[in-house]
């Protein structure tokens, strides 16, 4: 069965009016844009600069996740090293691009503290007693705080590393 957006199937008159609208589209005078900020230089090195050790734990735990989901029921403890070297070494890396001035990861490095305490609270309740879905709730508001906090410090030290760095470029 042919495909409707197969221009082969289409009618000529629905190309015949596609063609015109991208010519007359290319002809039409350019539509000013604003400038896009260009980012100074380089990225951040890490202090073991030569080596790709962040993008190797990366690599590696991309890897043991495969192979512990390949697994089944016996690769739980390597998919959860997997996700974890992923996210070790991707927070490693969107950190010192941040704390770099290079690009603005400010959403997700604010929003990892307000999760991680999160998760800490309802463990540590969960070892205890049944957690009720009230308390996980209740939880809501302390994680907006934390998240807004750490937002705040982190956008104004994006900044004023943007600042330097574009001083020092």
Known sequence: ????????????????????????????????????????????????????????????????TVI?????????AVVIAGIG????GTIEVTLREHLGGYRSHTLILALLPAVALHTCVILLLATFTRVPRAVQLGLLPLDVGVFALCFKLLRARFIQAQHRRSLAG
Do not use: C, D, F
């Not at 009016?17 to 400038?35: F, I, S």
């Not at 070297?85 to 070790?88: I, K």
């Open 85 to 88: 070297a992923v996210a070790l």
């Open 68 to 76: 512990g989901l390949g697994r089944g029921e016996g690769g739980h």
């Open 1 to 64: 069965m042919a495909r409707p957006n197969n221009p082969r199937t289409r009618s000529r008159k629905r190309r015949s009016a596609a063609r015109a609208a991208g010519e007359q589209a290319r002809t039409a005078a350019p539509v000013a844009r604003p400038p896009r900020r260009e980012r100074q230089g380089e990225r951040p090195h890490p202090p073991w600069y030569p080596l790709p050790l962040s993008e190797l734990l990366i690599l590696v735990g991309a890897i043991a």
